[in-house]
């Protein structure tokens, strides 16, 4: 079983939308949950963190977490041509340094 | 905004050389990691390091790997018998905390073995 799942996309839709992208995790080890953002030729971007269950809003960016469900999400609202991206969701375990990436969704905001 | 900078941004190399991938982390930051994305795959981590040993390294990281933190500002990745299946991006990152603590990545160095 993969340790994080994520849906790769590719993901089109059109400038102003809400944008929902998810990611599954299998192990209740998994304590911190981040999400990237990483443009063709760059690195991943931090974007947001989080380590509670709940809702965690950054300007347009909000992070959800569901440890029961083993479920994250992020939101996009009013989504931007600049948004477009790769994006990427990551977690890692409570005492531990290495951290385990999904295989990114692809966004297109079309303007 | 305090960055992770890698140079080269690109290496070419024959199959069976050595490779020094390196890297200069956030300057206030203590705990420094290496990652590898291979085109079309996930990022994977390779190994952390603090306090001038490695705290956690994975599968991928054998003895064909090192890390050495040579002054106080570089980081480098040594790759030895280069092998067709070592091409891919190479991260470093860093984080100001250990566990849990979030961490931030440079633009990558891509490594292709010929």
């Known amino acids: 079983q993969k340790e994080v799942e994520q849906d790769p996309g590719p993901l089109s839709v059109p400038e102003g939308a809400i944008v929902s992208l998810n990611c599954t995790y299998s192990?209740?080890?998994?304590?911190?949950f981040m999400w990237y953002r990483q443009y063709s030729r760059k690195g991943p971007e931090l974007l947001m963190y989080t380590y509670s269950s709940g809702n965690k809003e950054d300007g347009r960016f909000t992070a959800q977490v569901d440890k029961s469900s083993k479920y994250i999400s992020l939101f996009i609202r009013d989504s931007q041509p600049s948004d477009s991206a790769t994006y990427l969701c990551a977690t890692v375990r409570y005492t531990g340094n290495q951290f385990y990436f999904g295989t990114g969704t692809s966004l297109t905001v079309i303007p | 905004e305090p960055e992770v900078t890698q140079t080269p941004s690109h290496q070419v190399t024959q199959m069976g050389q050595e490779v020094i991938l390196r890297c200069v982390p956030i300057s206030n930051h203590l705990y420094f990691y290496w990652y590898r994305q291979i085109l079309g795959q996930k990022v994977e981590f390779l190994v952390s390091f603090y306090n001038n040993e490695i705290s956690e390294k994975s599968e991928i990281f054998d003895d064909q790997f090192s890390v050495e933190r040579p002054d106080g500002s570089n980081f480098t990745l040594k790759i030895r018998s280069t092998k067709l299946e070592d091409s891919a991006m190479y991260f470093c990152?860093?984080?100001?905390?250990?566990?849990?603590?979030?961490?931030?990545f440079g633009d990558g160095t891509r490594l292709s073995i010929l």
């Open positions: 990152a860093s984080s100001g905390g250990g566990s849990g603590q979030p961490q931030h």
């Open positions: 192990n209740s080890a998994f304590q911190y």
